[in-house]
């Protein structure tokens, strides 16, 4: 059937910017030496807030992130780099790497605390690119010196609200897989439920399978087990962050994916 125009919002798959943002990053890891941002959970320490704020100009949030500042002085003025972010390192003094990223034009000074070379990517082969506009994502591997598109499908990114996050934009190591990662219930610290199948990229963004909520039976909390399918993904975003998958296709990113050769780039 039909319906009236202005009632629907065309989506495509942005291939072409995909394959773009990943032949960048490819030459960028190949030609320089490359590192992250590892501030999960503010181990490495909160970062100063942006005169007064949580959130830089940018609209990245100070949370989980890492001060870049514009000289080697943390009195200048700085950005925030989100957990995860892929850096280029340029340089470094007493207390600072001196970076750049992909995510963003300039170089930027960051303390030493907040950068991790802990298997950093020295050879890209894989790369999940996330489609924020459009709600879908492309997953490509490097073979024989070529990128080939091995899977596409829709997906849910993050929404912005009082416990939620937008995913973010940019280039990022894929740190580590949960084969569950737990989330809590909405303002509390109370175990909710889990996502299957996660890889970790930014703080607490994964990309993982349909969310499982746990059930209460006779007092107790049960798990009714895997949901596979999720009328909402490819939809409008929604989630705390992450991005969400069908679940056979977030089993086959976890099964395939090899941390120290894979990246997962956000585009718009």
């Known amino acids: 059937g039909f319906v009236f125009g202005g009632g629907a919002e065309p989506r495509s798959f942005q291939f072409d910017k995909m394959l773009k943002a990943i032949n960048d990053l490819k030459a960028e890891v190949d030609n320089n030496q490359t590192a992250f941002v590892f501030n999960y959970k503010n181990r490495n320490g909160m970062p100063p807030q942006y005169q007064g704020k949580d959130v830089d100009p940018n609209g990245n949030v100070r949370s989980q992130s890492a001060p870049g500042y514009v000289s080697p002085d943390p009195n200048s003025d700085f950005r925030y780099f989100p957990d995860g972010m892929l850096v280029t390192v340029l340089g470094e003094d007493e207390n600072f790497y001196r970076v750049k990223s992909l995510s963003f034009p300039g170089e ?7 950068i991790s070379f802990w298997n950093s990517i020295q050879n890209l082969t894989q ?3 996330v489609d924020r506009k459009n709600q ?28 939620s996050l937008e995913t973010p934009l940019g280039a990022y190591m894929a740190i580590e897989k949960k084969d569950r990662f737990f989330y809590t219930a909405e303002g509390s610290d109370q175990i909710a439920g889990y996502a299957p199948y996660a890889i970790r990229f930014s703080a607490g963004g994964y990309i993982h399978g349909v969310p499982v909520a746990y059930e209460k039976k006779d007092g107790e909390e049960v798990d ?29 990113l976890y099964n395939w994916a090899r941390i120290g050769n894979c990246a997962v780039v956000v585009i718009e």
């Open 108 to 114: 930027y000074w960051i303390p030493k605390a907040y």
């Open 136 to 163: 879908n994502q492309a997953t490509f591997e490097n073979v024989n010196g070529s990128w080939k598109m091995i899977s596409y499908s829709f997906c849910t990114t993050g929404l912005p609200g009082e416990y």
């Open 224 to 252: 009714p087990g895997l949901i596979e399918y999720l009328y909402t993904i490819g939809t409008t975003p929604r989630s705390h962050k992450c991005v969400r998958n069908f679940t056979s296709h977030a089993l086959f």
């Open 127 to 129: 790369v999940i690119v």
